[in-house]
């Protein structure tokens, strides 16, 4: 957050250098000046130098975006909403010490924040944007010949180590062997013909338990993957042998119906979300490519030579990293 709120002043220090501000004075050869000192001078062209060679390229490179993102990207009235809820969220957080926060990031006001809150979000769209020119319709139907499954329905019950923060590893350990002989002990009931529901009703520590661990119908991505990958692999009517552990404890599922397989043009536009949000969490430094790719994409051109230079040389860096 502070390295962000620097190259916003540095942004905004350039831009009054670049454009003016009010009236400034001009020294003979024409040149504005900036402030004066006990006889000294520094004219705009000097202090354009002085930012250059201290911040010059990362605050070019913000510059670019901040202007870039908010001519792209128009801040409707989600965006809003979104930026209000998040502010109200850390007012919530930080009650009375809220501008103490501000003041500790070095954030000069709220709204300040609520500017590096939608530069924020709006690089998140343009980093979407570019994950979406990744994906082609090949790797649509891949997806959905290899992965895309019907609605499965199940139940399950879930039995929970008993161990708490405060026990030692030993006792943590004898803990969790134990859930895990309950565990097995609830599928041997079930092999010996006891009802699935009786037993969740019995044993289940999840909300589920008094409707007998019935968790409705859910597809790919709504459990965490071990439960997931375990239900996929059943057939109708058919429960796990072994229990299945996740961060929750263990479980016992049966799977108690499927739907068909849905039509690829049903699901077609909900599997490229999910193709995008996973080049997003799988490709390294995907804003540098996303920024540069939305960037090239509007035509930039940097005519201040040495500054160019430092862009290219500081571009490749990124991209390597």
Known sequence: MKNIVKYLLCVSLIVVTLTGCGRVPKLKDGSDLVFELNGLKMTAEDFYQELKDNYGTQTLVNAIDSLLLNKVYETDKDLKTKIDSQITQLKNQYGSDFQSFLEYNNIASEKVLRNLLEISYKRELAIKDYAATLINDKDIEKYYNEKTIGDIKASHILIKSEATDDMTDEEKKKAEEKALETAKEV??????????????????????????????????????SEFENAAVALKVNEYTKEPVKTQFGYHIILKTDQKEKPKLTEVKDKIKDTLINDKISNTSNISVFALEWLRNKNDLKIYDSELKIRYDHYMNQEKSN
């Open 187 to 224: 599928i041997k009931k079930l092999n010996d013909g006891a009802k699935f529901e009786d037993l969740a009703k019995e044993y289940s520590k999840d909300s589920s338990a008094s409707d007998g661990g019935n968790l409705g119908y859910f597809n790919r991505g709504e459990m965490v």
